[in-house]
């Protein structure tokens, strides 16, 4: 049985795959980072653990994850290891942090291991739950938008090579044939979706509709002195942020499905060594941080406006 294991950072920056043996997994995981992870990177592209392009990485991640003493090195203290979702325990054998997975009907077990490190205010005061749960859902927002954004690729025709490996893709890939979303085109040698992988895309364009059509409205809204709310003015400001938080609504994935509905983002070359980074959608969606809040219109006003809007949807007979 084959071993992948895929090691980066939290913000997804650097990203370092390792091919193991049985026997390296046998092995408590402290060991895997002391006596693999800590080696030259040469050393291991000779072995066949890596490949020789993640160098640059590898080195990145190493001092990310060392710091070295009189007694040698070790794992700095505001450094934190998770896989698969689940901390990872260094006592354990390193076996435990792997799950099966399928590629082309084969068989191999697989690792998404990564590095978080705690900011300084963090190390110096540990860090709250409350900003522990806030950086875990921050990591798992950038998965699933990772997710979509893979899938609506494949979906408008990206052509994924299946006779070269990319690391920077060997994760998507990996869940998207477990899950049965997508099959190799072998026509064209590329990856295309499945039955199950095109009900996926219809429902992530079917979310996207649906809110366009409930909240398009709150693109131009004009409240004038007397509180009247009118809509589609070309005089108005732009609510539909304040509007999604205040519906419960996470407005930056409905930005990320609305700008990928329009193609807003056809043209950017590089994303497959980008899109799984917090990085890379801070900058996407870096209008939703600018837009207004709730607290600035006022919840009051935003109700109004929103009571308004949905009276004109209704009577527009969008919903009966």
């Known amino acids: 049985m084959q071993y992948v294991l895929s ?13 193991l043996r049985e026997a390296d997994v046998k092995r408590p995981a402290a060991d895997f980072f002391f006596e693999i992870v800590a080696s030259p990177p040469e050393q291991l592209a000779d072995d066949g653990i890596i490949s020789a392009g993640q160098s640059d990485d590898l080195l990145a991640m190493q ?12 794992i700095r203290e505001d450094v934190s290891i998770s896989s698969n979702g689940n901390g990872l325990n260094p006592d354990e054998p390193l076996k435990n942090a792997f799950i099966e997975a399928d590629r082309e009907g084969t068989k191999y077990m697989r690792s998404e291991t990564i590095v978080a490190t705690a900011t300084k205010s963090q190390v110096a005061t540990g ?11 921050a990591m798992q927002r950038v998965v699933a938008f990772a997710r979509i ?35 190799i085109d072998t026509k064209k040698a590329v990856y295309a979706l499945t039955a199950k992988g095109l009900d996926l895309f219809r429902s992530y364009k079917e979310e996207c509709q649906d809110l366009v059509r409930r909240y398009d409205i709150y693109g131009d809204v004009d409240v004038d002195s007397a509180g009247n709310v009118r809509f589609d003015t070309e005089l108005g400001r732009d ?37 799984q980074t917090r990085e890379f959608y801070d900058k996407l969606l870096q209008d939703v941080a600018y837009a207004p809040a709730i607290d600035d219109i006022g919840k ?6 929103m009571d308004s809007g949905k009276a004109e949807l209704r009577a527009d007979g969008q919903f009966n």
């Open 149 to 183: 954004w893979f899938i609506w690729q494949i979906a408008h025709g990206y052509p994924i090579d299946v006779t070269k490996d990319d690391p920077d893709l060997a994760d998507s890939i990996a869940e998207a044939e477990k899950n049965g979303w997508i099959e």
């Open 239 to 275: 609510l539909r942020i304040p509007i999604f938080e205040l519906a419960g609504v996470d407005p930056f994935k409905a930005r990320l499905l609305l700008g990928l509905n329009d193609g807003e983002w056809r043209d950017i070359p590089d994303w497959t060594s980008h899109y």
């Open 63 to 74: 001092e990310r994850l060392f710091a070295e003493d009189s007694q040698g090195l070790f």
């Open 127 to 137: 860090p709250t739950s409350q900003t522990a749960d806030e950086e875990q859902n």
């Open 300 to 305: 009051d006003v935003l109700v109004r406006i």
């Open 7 to 19: 090691l980066c950072d939290d913000r997804r920056q650097h990203l370092v795959v390792f091919t």
